[in-house]
């Protein structure tokens, strides 16, 4: 999220979409219900199926899954048709002056530079036109056709409101009356929040959904603003924090990334990652890239990164190419992979096209699970009938199952999506011998270490070289480890105002990342998290509720990353000469007689920086502001395109109709044979969506009694009018399958779920909740998984899990 | 007067508080113990979040046993913590139930093997556990480890072997789960974000 829970209450309009926080967030969709109860909001939920936070909405439109691109493309045109945008606030804090090269172009679906071949684009012509002075060139006036501006006006001129409804199904009064609604909130003095979650990223396309997003809450100048912004509602309780501490294939921590293998130039490596200013006055504030990395690689390998082997950059890995999870199950599939660890994971379940998955797992030679439930991947070698009609005996992979603590019976930090590290306690033992997960990896890793220390072995260095100065070798407290991503000095660090005084003294914590330094002199093992445990104490620990400026920043609470700042980008709150847009909702602003940043939050800003010096709020970017034009930072282009799915039920898409190569995401990787098992309507002719429903928590709760109680069995949704096409009754059971496989459950037959016209045709969605398996205390089904196609984003590699092709009978 | 906890609650229904109960001078001293010692009151009250969704709900767990040596402390009861800014006492049907994971019996006790070909598991101890893993992944690593590529360029992968982290997992289990494999040379690594 750039704003957080508590901050929704301060918004005027929500919109939900591509997420249902009524049931999936309950008891963060509360603040939905304070700001339509305190604020007079109104709520907003675009959805294919009527969700229960469609039932608490002020207004409710359909939409055919997979077309949310259309869908705000239409949002977007109408706003700068309707001239419905916050000038002021793009004129100063976007790139909308900013001039791109004249080889960019778009056509028939294809932006410049694409290689059907290899599904690929060349990204050179996505970029500004500069300057001799080295800086982007501008036109303030935006009369150059080339002007960001201008392009984007262009491209999303045929996104009409009769496009919106011919793709989307949504009916076009609906549409209009939801895109009014959002434009009111273009005006200073009203700000909308887009809340979204899975909904939107488990598409072919999910990432260019949100970048949409993004650019109509831009263009209603609502980020950085108290009720703004766009916000992910995370799936998971610390989703957020794994992803802050770089557990992806190509990450590093605080959103560092690994070397790529032509990477060779450690200096290079850094600086391509520290980029300057592209335009004047600007901070650019990754220009401090070199200080997080040495400071990270100081933290995991102590004395043995020096600047003399730069920091030990060879013990990195250097990446080929990203190593995504399904890349890497594409890769067991075809038997390369001979090892694979599961820690509190249930690939089984959670990966597309579960036949796969247990084929690919079948072919290693062993899997490690340590999980505190007892998973459907660690038995993915049983046989369960037709949940997993596998043959044990032809399984040859060794499985070892450990048994780990769950939350309540240990110490730590986790991250909610409103970025808040809140530190937690533990309150019993673990039943039997159960272990905490660094335990765990301890007890891996020191096996492992004396193993090379004794027998050498393939690149022993990194390995023998990690530092691990626990108190308990084999068993890392909590309180360590935070201090270590925390960070602490090696050097007493002296005032940069007063080289006399001394405010960090060596070997103390530090109290934030503006004190890291590239000299190793410091240690860190996650930037962002710097200031989370500081010699004051556990901030993370903190619980003032106290909220003095009655808007929800309650900065005495926990921790919130980066620098305890609630809400991102908050420079923006305030206009050009740092006076808030809006006096009822102040956040930040120039205090002239202190000569610097103040407010209800942390300054997000340079915090002496004077407003006259037009330094941009958006510090992260070299250009200081936000981009409507994202340069080469996508795959599939610089402006947001509308792609089908790759299981599409009108098998064209309606914007491309003469390009088929312009069907489905032309930047989308697909692995060879699976491109095979995509189905096509003709034989699956129902669009499918798969959800989560409010009684159960993932793959877990099954295993709970009470969830179980409540929701004891596997259904899924069909509408009235497929229903009695299909001759389909209420509890009857129902076989719904793929092309890849099928499952079987009860029918719920719902007005929730209703026809939509699309292209002409008549398109049925089948919702398919997604949380049983042949593990758990509820009534054993299918996993959901079994239907899902294995293919994803065009950027993240996240799977579609949200849009494919299915057909229903009477089972 | 003696009066039992039941008896004390029937004459207290009848129109009687236990003050005036007292002020009349029937002293109910043993139904007041009784009410002070309802079960949470000999609880140890302990903060922890919800694990579920991103919400981060605070909630409390209440636990027999005062964590003294030798003393197994048990969780009896969650509720949701009053003081937390965002979820305000309250909990979903989710967080409703937390009680019921932590003793769910489906709950993982020893570490096990399941053998290539066989179709149960099998108990063993910690250290053995970790032994054969050790040397299976050494073994995996020694074997196919990457040193320089095709061009001879240093890149030092380990890419047979892979590692996916929980995403419920606390920061510290994240950050030295990442620590290690990294130091491995693991590429083939992700967490439910991917997802």
């Known amino acids: ?47 294919p199926r009527f969700t229960r936070s469609a039932a608490m909405a002020d207004l409710y439109a359909p939409i055919r ?11 977007i045109h109408y706003l700068i048709t309707n001239n419905k945008v916050h000038l002021d606030y793009i004129k100063s804090y976007t790139d909308m002056t900013f001039l791109v090269k004249d080889e960019f172009a778009f056509a028939d679906g294809f932006f410049s530079g694409y290689d059907p071949e290899k599904r690929k684009y060349d990204k050179s012509s996505w970029e500004y036109q500069m300057g001799e002075d080295g800086f982007v060139k501008t036109d303030p006036s935006l009369e150059n056709p080339r002007c960001v501006w ?27 009356q939801v895109a009014e609604l959002l434009a009111s909130s273009h005006t200073p003095d009203r700000v909308m929040t887009i809340l979204y979650a899975l909904g939107w990223t488990q598409h072919s396309t999910g990432s260019q959904i949100i970048r949409t997003a993004a650019m109509v809450q831009l263009l209603l100048g609502n980020i950085g603003r108290a009720g703004g912004g766009v916000n992910a509602l995370r799936g998971h309780s610390n989703i957020q924090g794994l992803t802050d501490l770089g557990l992806l294939s190509n990450l590093l921590p605080g959103y560092m990334t690994l070397p790529g293998e032509k990477e060779t130039d450690y200096d290079a490596y850094i600086a391509k990652r520290a980029p300057k200013p592209m335009r004047p006055g600007q901070l650019s504030y ?85 999980d505190p439930l007892a998973t459907e991947t660690s038995e993915f070698w049983q046989n369960y009938g037709e949940f997993n009609d596998v043959d044990p005996a032809k399984i040859q992979t060794t499985v070892f199952r450990l048994p780990s603590t769950c939350f309540a019976e240990e110490d730590g930090a986790i991250v ?12 019993a033992e673990p039943p039997g011998e159960a272990k905490p997960d660094p335990a765990i990896m301890a007890g891996i890793f020191l096996r492992l270490r004396d193993m090379y220390k004794k027998d050498g072995g393939a690149f022993p260095d990194p390995i023998l070289n990690l530092a691990w100065t626990h108190k308990l070798p084999y068993d890392p407290s909590s309180e360590e480890l935070a201090k270590e991503y925390n960070g602490k000095t090696f050097a007493d660090q002296l005032d940069p105002k007063d080289p006399t005084k001394v405010i960090k003294k060596a070997g103390e914590l530090l109290d934030g990342f503006a004190q890291l330094k590239d000299d190793g002199s410091t240690a860190c093992g996650c930037w962002i998290f710097s200031g989370a445990w500081t010699e004051k104490g556990n901030m993370m620990a903190r619980r003032d509720n106290a909220d003095p400026y009655h808007n929800g920043q309650t900065l005495g609470w926990a921790f919130a990353w980066p620098a305890n700042r609630r809400i991102l980008y908050n420079r923006a709150s305030a206009d050009p000469a740092g006076k808030p847009w809006d006096a009822k909702r102040k956040q930040v602003w120039w205090d002239a007689t ?21 330094m941009g709020p958006f510090i992260m970017t070299p250009e200081g502001v936000a981009r409507f034009f994202a340069r080469g930072a996508m795959n599939e282009g610089p402006f947001p395109e509308h792609y089908e799915p790759f299981e599409t039920p009108i098998g064209v898409n309606p914007m491309h109709r003469n390009n088929p190569k312009a069907t489905s995401n032309p930047a989308a990787r697909v692995f060879k044979g699976d491109m095979e098992a995509f189905g096509t309507a003709k034989d699956f002719p129902y669009a499918a969506t798969t959800y989560r ?3 159960h928590f993932h793959y877990w709760t099954k295993h709970v009694h009470s969830n179980a109680v409540i929701q004891p069995e596997q259904f899924v949704e069909i509408g009235e009018a497929l229903a009695a096409e299909k001759g389909i009754k209420a509890g009857d059971k129902v076989k719904v399958s793929s092309n890849r496989g099928y499952i079987k459950a009860v029918a719920v037959v719902t007005k929730r779920i209703k026809p939509l016209k699309v292209d002409g045709k008549t398109v049925h969605h089948v919702g398919i909740p997604l949380h049983w398996g042949f593990k758990g205390v509820a009534k054993n089904g299918f996993i959901t998984n079994t239907l899902t196609p294995f293919v994803g984003d065009g950027n993240t590699q996240t799977p579609e899990f949200k849009s494919f092709l299915v057909n229903v009978e009477k089972a | 007067m003696q009066l039992s906890r039941r008896q004390f609650f029937k004459v207290a229904a009848g129109g009687l508080t236990g003050s005036s109960l007292v002020a ?53 009861h969650i509720e949701g913590d009053p003081d937390h800014p965002v979820n305000r006492g309250s909990l979903c049907p989710k967080g409703a139930g937390l009680l019921d994971f932590v003793h769910s019996k489906n709950r993982l006790k020893y570490p096990e093997v399941r053998e290539p070909g066989t179709k149960e598991w099998k108990r063993i101890g910690w250290d053995e556990a970790f032994t054969r893993i050790a040397k299976l992944m050494k073994e995996d690593r020694d074997a196919n480890f990457v040193a320089k590529n095709a061009d001879g360029v240093t890149v030092n992968r380990w890419l047979t072997t892979g590692f996916l982290a929980a995403s419920a997992s606390s920061n510290e289990s994240g950050y030295i789960t990442h620590k290690v494999v990294r130091s491995l040379g693991m590429l083939a690594f992700d967490n439910q974000a991917r997802v």
């Open chain 1, 416 to 427: 909610n999506s409103g970025r808040w590290l809140q530190w937690h306690w533990k309150g």
């Open chain 1, 286 to 370: 990754w220009q401090n890239y070199g200080k997080f990395h040495v400071s990270l690689m100081k933290a995991w390998y102590g004395n043995a990164a020096t600047k003399e082997n730069n920091w030990a950059f060879d013990y990195l890995p250097k990446l080929d190419k990203t190593y995504d999870v399904l890349q890497v199950f594409e890769l067991m599939h075809q038997g390369k992979m001979n090892g694979y660890i599961a820690q509190g994971f249930n690939p089984l379940n959670s990966f597309p096209n579960k036949a796969k998955v247990g084929a690919a797992l079948s072919r290693l030679k062993y899997l490690v699970v340590i």
């Open chain 1, 65 to 75: 899954t997979g077309t949310d691109i259309a869908f705000l493309g239409g949002v």
């Open chain 1, 1 to 47: 999220m750039t704003n957080h829970w508590s901050d929704i209450k301060n918004a005027d309009v929500i919109l939900i979409m591509g997420g249902n926080a009524a049931e999936a967030h309950p008891c963060g969709f509360k603040w939905v219900t304070e700001a339509k109860a305190k604020n007079k909001a109104r709520l907003v939920v675009v959805d």
């Open chain 1, 594 to 614: 202190q000569s610097k940043w103040v407010g209800s939050d942390v300054p997000d800003f340079k915090a002496d920086s004077v407003p006259e010096d037009g």
């Open chain 1, 693 to 695: 429903l409010t009684e």
């Open chain 1, 150 to 176: 201008n392009l984007m006006k262009a491209h999303f001129s045929r996104y009409t409101p009769d496009v919106v409804e011919n793709i989307c199904g949504t009916p076009k009064d609906k549409f209009l």
């Open chain 2, 24 to 76: 009349m001078g029937f002293s109910p001293t043993a139904a007041l113990a009784e009410v002070r010692t309802f079960k949470l009151a000999r609880t140890t009250e302990t903060r922890n979040t919800c694990p579920y969704c991103s919400v981060g709900c605070g909630i409390i767990m209440y636990s027999l046993g005062d964590k003294a040596k030798n003393v197994h402390a048990e969780i009896i």
